[in-house]
């Protein structure tokens, strides 16, 4: 099959040499050892028993029971306690402490203003990975028959590779727009050379279209001497070619010092700003774990797997949320909504849940790679509390929000507050619950790799960092309409929004279904036999039924790219009265 293909399961071979082939087979009969073979002086293996195989009487142990049961009764006795602290001590108001005035733009500055270019390269890239994914799920769904493009063209390992991949790239890049956005105001101040912001705009360019190629030809075997420098490494969710990975990490650096030439002169310097700065240091720098050793990727497996996740898990679900909580605490004061004691009281404790359960809570990724069992007990417990908090902030914001629009007060940013507030929910909705869903061992052990794992990865990326990307966006666009008095409309955003977030939240049903399914198979028969094509063919129904939600964040991605484009470029002015 690895040389001439199966198309009933789309791959359609020639990609692989007969000599290759007996290579992965090698590394699959040393995977199965580690799978299979006890620990010296234990009876569990080197994977903790993963995964289920009752042909060789090979099952979750006790340990991992116990463990569950420990989580499910201290993670819900924890969200008891911080919604109790956060309506308590957190959120309580105080007579004294008074609302900011909304933040008004008359005028942009400089480097400001250059950063319109950026928005159609964001949004290009989303519509390009919604349109991927669509595509993903129809070859999932009939492997057999092309869809549009033939399967040697467009293969289906290669556009997986893609979907995933551009999906950090136009997530990072909207985050560096939202970063260059914030630091001027913060300041009070235009960067020295506005026109950097132009070379950091040429750089990721050059670094998504390049990587993007390298991406196609890697997988499709065009780059056999280079695939590791400028092709795909191969390594799930993190493929980018070692090049581009340099290319990412020397943007990212750039852009945070850009950031702190501005804000390190601010005449206010308070949580809030120093939180956005280090975030957006360790978003800079936490990248590069994920890239050693720089040479070549490390011999050892689970040596590698265990600092890949530092990148899957700490990059993102560490730092991002950690710049996540201190720009929505500046937004929500800067647009009138918290108090700036009430934003601050609630970041830092949120700051405290990311870095304990960001850190610690990495350990669910170990427990079925090769590490050992205490990760099983690290691993899970706080993670559904992250996002919380800034959900419960953001509730008290969405009620001042009405309060001032039913006292009859201009308020200018509806449309950038409900992507920020829809990223609040679903954070806790993607990140939160449908992580908790999945976090405890005894189901992980069965739906790892399942379709019961792809609403909690696709709802909380979506939901969690694109939508505060799409945000900064629409202040982009927004602040940009306001200095020149252009024209400006939520209908068409609100549009955009609700079929996107419709489109996500039922896209959870049928893979839900689909998972449920496959995860008793696993527990009854095994996981070899949960994975196979036979067995998710029964389910086609469901995997048919993805064409709707599917469907609708397509057109809710394509409403939003062209309500942005008109927004930003074909706007028109004002006729004042």
């Known amino acids: 099959m690895l040389v001439n293909g199966d198309p009933e399961r789309a791959f359609r071979g020639g990609i692989i040499r007969p000599d290759e082939a007996v290579k992965i087979a090698a590394f699959i009969d040393w995977a199965q050892l580690v799978a299979s073979s006890l620990r010296p002086g234990t009876e569990r293996t080197w994977s903790n028993n993963w995964p289920p195989e009752p042909m060789i009487d090979q099952d979750l142990t006790f340990f991992s029971h116990e463990v569950s049961l420990w989580e499910f009764l201290i993670l819900w006795s924890l969200t008891i306690l911080v919604i109790f602290l956060s309506y308590e001590y957190l959120l309580k108001k105080d007579e004294n402490e008074k609302l900011e005035e909304p933040l008004k733009v008359t005028s942009l ?25 669509g595509y993903l799920a129809h070859l999932y769904t009939d492997p057999t028959n092309d869809f549009i493009v033939s399967q040697e063209i467009l293969p289906f390992n290669v556009l997986r590779s893609m979907h ?25 101040r235009d960067h020295k050379f506005p026109w950097l912001i132009d070379v950091l705009w040429i750089s990721l360019v050059v670094v998504a279209v390049g990587s993007i190629i390298g991406l196609y030809m890697g997988a499709t075997g065009q780059m056999r001497e280079t695939w590791f420098w400028l092709g795909n490494e191969g390594r799930e969710l993190i493929n980018l070619g070692r090049a581009w990975d340099i290319g990412l990490v020397v943007g990212l650096v750039f852009w945070f010092i850009l950031i702190i030439s501005l804000i390190r002169k601010a005449a206010t310097n308070n949580p809030i700003v120093s939180t956005i700065i280090w975030s957006a240091f360790a978003i800079a720098t936490l990248y590069i ?48 909504l918290i108090s700036h004691k009430t934003a601050v009281r609630v970041m830092l404790f949120e700051l405290f849940l990311i870095s304990l359960s960001g850190t610690l809570g990495v350990g669910h990724h170990y427990w079925w790679q090769g590490l050992d069992e205490y990760w099983i007990a690290i691993g899970g417990i706080f993670s559904a509390l992250e996002p919380l908090p800034l959900a ?26 409900m992507w920020i507030a ?46 505060i990307s799409i945000a900064f966006l629409y202040l982009t666009s927004r602040a940009n309409a306001l200095a020149n008095n252009y024209v400006w409309n939520d209908k ?80 028109k002015k004002q006729i004042n009265n």
Request: glycine share 10%; aromatic share 18%; net charge neutral.
């Open 109 to 133: 500055f400089r480097s400001q203003k250059k950063l319109l270019k950026y928005i159609p390269i964001v949004m290009g890239l989303f519509v390009v990975q919604l349109f991927i994914g």
């Open 164 to 188: 995933t991949q551009i999906a950090i790239l136009w997530v990072a890049v909207g985050w560096l727009v939202g970063g260059l956005l914030i630091a001027p105001w913060v300041a009070n």
């Open 289 to 336: 774990a994920g890239m050693m050793p720089i040479h070549k990727i490390m011999p050892n497996y689970t040596v590698d797997d265990y600092y890949r996740w530092w990148v899957i898990h700490l990059w993102v679900e560490l730092t991002f949320e950690l710049f996540a909580a201190g720009v929505i605490a500046f937004f929500t004061v800067s647009l009138g």
């Open 392 to 417: 419960l902030m953001i509730i008290e914001a969405w009620k001042n929000q009405r309060e001032k629009l039913f006292s009859g007060e201009d308020f200018h940013y509806s449309t950038p507050f």
């Open 422 to 467: 829809g990223s609040a929910v679903m954070n806790w909705i993607g990140a939160g619950f449908f992580g908790m869903v999945i976090n405890t061992p005894t189901i992980n052990y069965y739906s790892h790799g399942t379709y019961l794992i792809m609403p909690h990865g696709h709802v909380a990326l979506l939901g969690a960092f694109g939508y």
């Open 492 to 571: 068409l955003s609100k549009i955009g929004f609700w079929t996107l977030t419709a489109g996500a939240l039922l896209f959870t049903v049928p893979t839900y279904i689909i998972g449920i399914y496959q995860s008793e198979v696993a527990m009854e028969a095994g996981y070899f036999t949960a994975r196979l094509r036979e067995t998710v063919e029964v389910m086609k129904g469901w995997m048919w039924a993805r064409t709707v939600p599917d469907g609708l964040m397509i057109l809710g991605g394509l409403i939003i790219f062209f309500d942005l484009a008109q927004k930003t470029f074909f706007a």
